[in-house]
């Protein structure tokens, strides 16, 4: 079995930066993509951004230019960093990843348990 470990949500100001933390444990052999999803109240869950083992990145249009993702694949982390961030950039953002376990023969999708973003005044 796979965790993902979220850390670094929390209140910010309009404008602001906020860096989130992904960290994957478990029995790893691999891991592919690893990305951020957020859902906002009342909205469905939607991708951020996205990063593969080579790191290829692929962004949402709405985060283009504002946050950029990075991973340390030694260390099997992601990190989101955001910048200018908007009142509609608050919302729940989730981890996920392609985990390939040890001994496992295809790759399993895990999820993070959430971090709360805000962005308000």
């Known amino acids: 079995q796979v965790q993902l470990v979220e850390s670094g949500g929390g209140l910010v100001q309009p404008g602001g930066s906020l860096r989130l933390s992904c960290a994957a444990f478990g029995s790893i052999f691999s891991i592919d993509i690893m990305g951020w999803f957020r859902q906002a109240p009342g909205k469905q869950r939607e991708l951020v951004a996205t990063i593969t083992s080579g790191a290829s990145a692929n962004f949402a249009d709405s985060v283009k230019g504002r946050f950029t993702i990075s991973r340390d694949n030694a260390k099997n982390t992601v990190y989101l960093q955001m910048g200018s961030l908007k009142p509609e950039d608050t919302a729940v953002y989730y981890c996920?990843?392609?985990?390939?376990?040890?001994?496992?023969?295809?790759?399993?999708?895990?999820w993070g348990q959430g971090t709360q973003v805000t962005v308000s005044s």
């Open positions: 996920n990843a392609w985990v390939r376990e040890a001994g496992a023969l295809y790759d399993h999708n895990y």
